[in-house]
Structure formats: C-alpha cells, structure tokens
C-alpha cells in the first residue's frame, strides 16, 4: 500500500475522546463524526483533513475503545496516521476499518508532503527516509482487504 | 516458566496466537456499531451464544428517541439470538462481569476499554472495538500479540486515609499514560494478600490508564472466597518465577490520598496540596469506584451531615443498589443530600444526565479526566471515595480524615 498527503500535525496523547466526543456517539450516521473529528482539540482541524497524512505525538489513541474515532478519521479522507507508538485497541480498530497507521518518530512540519510504502516499508518527509516496522502477517492481510469486515466476507 | 498472561494465552510474549474467547461482551454503546460490523459481514451465523453478553450501562435510561430507537434494535436482537443479556438498570459491564461471571484462567474480551478490569480474577480480560467484536461474534475466537508483562510490586499496608484509588493513581503516574503500553500489568507481592477484591478491582480497572492490555492478579483465597459468595467455585492460581520486561515497587503505607488534576490521568497531586478547590459537583460512581464498599464508605463519612454541593452517586450496579437499599447506606446517602443516578456508568463518559456546564469543576471517582469528557468547558479532578465524601461536605477539594 502506497500513500502521499501533506502532514497535519497534532501532538502526544491524543485520546479518542478528542477524536470524537462522547456526545457524538449515539448515531449511525458516520457524516456526523467527520463533521466533529477533533472538535473539541482543535475545531480548525476538520477542513484540514482531506487526503492529509496525520502526524501525531506518542501514544495516539489512547483511552476510549470507542471505533467512531477511527472511522471518523478514515471518513475524514485521511491517507494514514503517523506516530511513535498507538494505544493499542486504537491499532487494531484502525487496521480493522482500513486505516493505515505507521509507528514511526517523525518530526512534524506542518503541510509538508509525506510518501509511504508500506509494502517496501518505508516513509519520507523532508528528503528523510525511514524504515517503518512490519504489521503482523494478518494485520497485513486485513489492512489489504479494506478492513476486517471485507476480510471475512472475502473468507466465506 | 510464564506470566499469566503467556500461561492462560499459551504463547511466549511477542508471539501472536489464535485463541477462542471464554466470554464476549459488548454495550448499548459499541454494541450498536458491533451489530452494523456482523451484519455487513454478511453472515447470519453467531458463535455459540452463552459465551455472549450485551449490557446496558452506557445511556440508561435512555435520553433521546435517537438513543431509544438504537437500543431497542439492539434489544430486540439480543432477546432473538439468546445471548446473555442485562437491560437498562442492571448496572455497568464490567460489574456485572464481576459478580461471578468470569472465572481464573478465562480468555475474555469486552467491547469497552475498561474490560481490563476482569483481570483482577486471574483472567486475561481486554478490551477490543466494535468489529473485532464482530468477528467475535462470528468465529468465537480472535488474535492476541502475547504481551510483554511489567510486574507491579506492592508492599505493606495503607495508612491513614489513603486507599485503593490513590495506590491506583500513584501506579498510573508513576508508568504514565503510555507506561505500559501494549504491554500486561501483574500486580504481585506481599501487599496484594491484604487487598480485597474491591480494591483489586479498581487497580485492575486503572491498568488501561497506562496503555496495558489488562491487569491482572493471580487468584488467591481472597478471591476463591469472593467467588465463593458469587456461586462460584474455582481454585487458586500459583505463580511460577516469571521474567517481567519492568518492575515497580510500591510501600502501600508511603501512600497518600491524591488527586488527578485536568486533564490527564497520569499527572498527580496530594490532595492537600490542592485543598480549597472550590467544587460545582461530586460524582460518586462508574465501573472504578462504584460498588457497595465504596457507597457504605462514602455513607460513614457524611452520615448525619449534608453534602454542600451537588452530589451524584451512581450504583455500578443493581446488586450493589439493593445491598445498599438493605443496609441502611441508601438512606444515609439520600438524607445528606445526594442524588441517586440508575445503575450504569452515569455522568462518566458526559453522555447524559450529570453532564458539567462550562466552566464547571467535578471531583469525580471515575478513571478519565480527558478534556470536555463529562461537559464541554468542565474540569474533572479524580479522586478517592474518602476524598469525595470530605470534599462534598465541605464543597471544595478537601483531604479525607483519617476514620
């Protein structure tokens, strides 16, 4: 999997709560959750977010195992997230819906274009290229299908 | 020679391993999208279903005809696949999986990330999102990385008005709110045997504050004889000599009473060094510190006094409200002034009723002081159950007497 967008940078501990707050939650209506992604850790965000890599501080994720959070940032028409490390129900609810996430230590400049490939493992930014950890053999496979939900209508 | 976590997962930390689940759970929160998940699937099949719980503690009652209407999907679906199911009322998940649900050595996954909690019974008990749940739902199994442990030592005794809650706050500041991260927590040593279980569960309850997969406790005669009370019969874990990726010491008598101060868990201060605060509510609840102890502790301290701010207690759950209603601790609670919440999680996750106004100040007894969580513009301290006692009589942040 390749991608390419420009780096929106937001900072350590994100909790899920700030990706989309609990008053959001109660709804199938995915629109309402990217209309509100990181609403209430930086409203000017949202319009940001199309096509953009995020670059996020340690531990992105944290918290809440709400899946709203992933969803609304893939919804969002985020390309992947980037950070040092993820809370881990985060990874596997991100993985899970088709969102890329990449642990790497990137210093983040905002806007500036970041490229990945996941398959050769690697990501660049600011001429800087870096070897990017391997997802789990069936991390790989579910992230390839689309998500989990595809992985098993693809095994049935 | 294994941790807990490598002897129940049968697999050496760093391997992933396939593994079924003994127990399975979801809420009226993530059981919505877990439903949506199965049932884009595509497949009507459903694992077998007495490993199966849904449990209403998020919205409960519900607010709003939007919430009504999705839980009632839900409802219906669960009466019609037979699954273990507790409707509005009947308290918070991760409670009712402590009332002699699960067992030592079982493999559980909540959909909620406090479902570490039930690693206080000697289970590996984790939370996973809604369509890991979904999967769940289908296969009866998902996938472990067998975590890495970090052993937490405790040594003697609480002295003076320090409790569980503070031992819990120390841990998690100490780790920080990614100490632990992808890793288990085992808390071990001569401190655990004088702990109850109601203490346990609150350490267990914090581990996710610190990024662990679950904590977890081996069981011990305390915990044989909890379940005993349960209707369970189970015997006790032996440790074996283990290797922990960390290890954390802690003298449970160095302990004081402590708060978390907006708007993170793992950023801690003595109570005292913050007294005077002055509050708009105490909230007394959710699946940390909402049991029965908790109640009849927090009785002891305003009984025959009122409460100078508002106050919302919140039974975990409907067992731990009728003992209440039994012992005479409801009474003391409703005559110093408090308002009694339904069973469920109440104000925690800023949902519905208790929600903090702008500007707001909550001591609270919950494990989440994130920013807006409980209300936009609000500011949530956490704290003990003797803190909040002493703080609601006197209306600000207050350090708890020695009883």
Redesign the interface.
Known sequence: MKGKGPAVCVGPDIDTDLVIAGRYLRTKDHSIWVEHVFEDLDPSLAPLLEGSVIVAGKNFGCGSSREQAAIAIREAGVVAVVAPSFARIFFRNAINVGLPLIECDLACMEGCLVTFDLAEGWIEAEGKKHAIPPLSPRMQAILSAGGLVEYWRNQR | MATLSERILGGNAGE?VDRKVDRAYVHD??G??TL??WK????DRLTDTTRLSMLFDH?VPANNS??AT?QHELREFARGSFMHFSDVGCGICHQIMSEGIVLPGEVVVG???H?CTSGVFGAFST??????M??IW?TGET?F?VPETLGIHLSGMFSGAAEAKDLALTYVSRLG??GA??RALEFIGDGVAGLSMDDRLVLSNLSVET?A?TGLFYADDVTVQYLARAGQTVKPQVPEPCTYVQELSIDLSEIVPLVAVPH?VDTVKPVREIAGLPLDQVFVGTCTNGRYSDLARFARIVKGKSVAVRTIVVPASRAVLAEAIRTGVLAILVEAGCTIGTPGCGPC???HSGVLGEGEVCLSTAN?N????MG?GGAIYLGSVATAAASALEGEITEPEVS
């Open positions: 992933y929160g993530t919505v999208l949506e998940a884009r699937i595509g497949s919205i939007t919430t999705l959909a909620d990330s479902s939370g996973v999102g809604a369509t890991d979904a999967a289908l996938w990385r709110m990614d991260t992808y990024g997969k993170r996750l800023g949902a989440r994130f920013k807006n969580r936009v």
